[in-house]
């Protein structure tokens, strides 16, 4: 699984701004609707720390810092997981990362993992900058 992020850039504080993470998925193999997603985020100078997550069964979940603000969505006939980012701080200026599990079969299909380990492909990041 490839996975392109997209749509980063420089905002001012209380802007909004739409990520894209376009999956590429081998034809034999799963299809994109079966992978959980989620974005993660690395600030300069912090560890990499979770956002968002959507399991493979729909439900999804928040960081706390992001809550209210943030909405994540999926377009499984396209391949696409769609980070909408409205009143943008500055403590959101991080590089955001896409990320992709391929839960096991015995897994519920409603657990939703936070956990850098847990994801299984991860994209090459695209910068968000809020400026105050």
């Known amino acids: 699984v490839q996975l392109q992020a997209s749509g980063g850039g420089l905002v001012q504080a209380g802007d909004s701004l739409r990520l894209s993470c376009a999956a590429s998925?081998?034809?034999?193999?799963?299809?994109?609707?079966?992978?959980?997603m989620a974005w993660f985020r690395q600030a300069p100078g912090q560890e990499r720390e979770f956002v968002v997550a959507?399991?493979?069964?729909?439900?999804?979940r928040y960081s706390e810092s992001v809550k209210g603000r943030f909405t994540v969505s999926r377009d499984n006939a396209k391949n696409l997981v769609i980070l909408q980012m409205d009143n943008l701080k500055p403590a959101d200026t991080a590089v955001y990362y896409c990320?992709?599990?391929?839960?096991?079969?015995?897994?519920?299909?409603?657990?939703?993992?936070?956990?850098?380990?847990?994801?299984?492909?991860w994209g090459q990041g695209t910068l968000v900058t809020v400026s105050s």
């Open positions: 998925v081998p034809a034999s193999g799963r299809i994109f609707s079966s992978y959980g």
């Open positions: 959507m399991s493979v069964g729909g439900s999804s």
């Open positions: 990320a992709a599990d391929r839960p096991p079969d015995w897994r519920s299909r409603f657990y939703i993992p936070t956990s850098i380990n847990e994801y299984d492909y």
